[in-house]
């Protein structure tokens, strides 16, 4: 059982580099979403997807792009990094908007 | 909007002690309830859930009640041990619509031997 999975789990950007944060699930959830964790924030919602090509924003959308072309994969992408957004990022899914969720081990990035 | 308010941590307990994070939520509507816990270093899971008024969640030792007058969903635990140190979050769900979770900002339990 994958559940979900996140790439890369560390990463290291300069300003203004571009990457992409990879999440899949294997669970057939409709539901899946991104979240920043930073000291004393808590989980904070960046992105969301209620399924196949349907993504909103959620609290902190500005900086991200998602988007969501298969069931199974939902990457976060960020096109200028700034120091900002140096972070830990959790992928989760669920089968539903009020279901629990499945969260993913996380990508800590720095951006330098 | 809907909001999660947790105590703020950390907590420093000795083993055998007895816990309680308080959680409190605004919402409107009838929402789902949920504790969630993370380990160092990994993501987070589910510890219990609530869906409605008066339901008791509990696994693993820890407990929390669904209490709509006082809108609260307190964790305890009677007798805390050392692999319990984690992060605790709160969290709410509508029970209506496609709202992802609300999180609260989460609790740091340290508890020593």
């Known amino acids: 059982n994958a559940g979900v999975t996140q790439t890369p789990k560390f990463q290291v950007l300069k300003t203004g580099q571009s990457m992409t944060l990879q999440c899949a699930q294997d669970?057939?959830?409709?539901?899946m979403s991104w979240y920043r964790q930073d000291p004393g924030m808590g989980l904070r919602l960046i992105h969301y997807?209620?399924?196949?090509?349907?993504?909103d924003q959620g609290e902190v959308p500005n900086g991200y792009n998602v988007s969501r072309s298969t069931t199974e994969d939902f990457p976060l992408r960020l096109l200028s990094a700034a120091p900002s957004q140096t972070s830990v990022y959790f992928c989760?899914?669920?089968?539903?908007?009020?279901?629990?969720?499945?969260f993913g081990n996380g990508t800590r990035l720095t951006v330098t | 909007g809907d909001s999660v308010t947790q105590m703020e941590g950390p907590v420093t307990l000795s083993e055998e002690a007895c816990l309680t994070i308080n959680c409190t939520y605004t919402a409107t509507g009838y929402p789902s309830l949920f504790w969630y816990v993370q380990y160092p270093g990994e993501g987070l899971q589910l510890l219990l859930k609530a869906t409605k008024a008066d339901d008791k969640g509990s696994n693993k030792g820890f407990e929390a009640t669904y209490r709509k007058e006082t809108t609260s969903f307190h964790l305890e635990k009677g007798s805390v041990q050392v692999s319990d140190s984690a992060v605790y979050f709160c969290a709410l769900s509508r029970n209506s619509g496609n709202t992802p979770l609300v999180f609260g900002k989460g609790t740091r339990l340290s508890v020593i031997a």
């Open positions: 997807s209620v399924g196949a090509g349907i993504t």
């Open positions: 989760a899914s669920n089968v539903r908007g009020t279901s629990p969720l499945h």
């Open positions: 669970m057939n959830h409709e539901y």
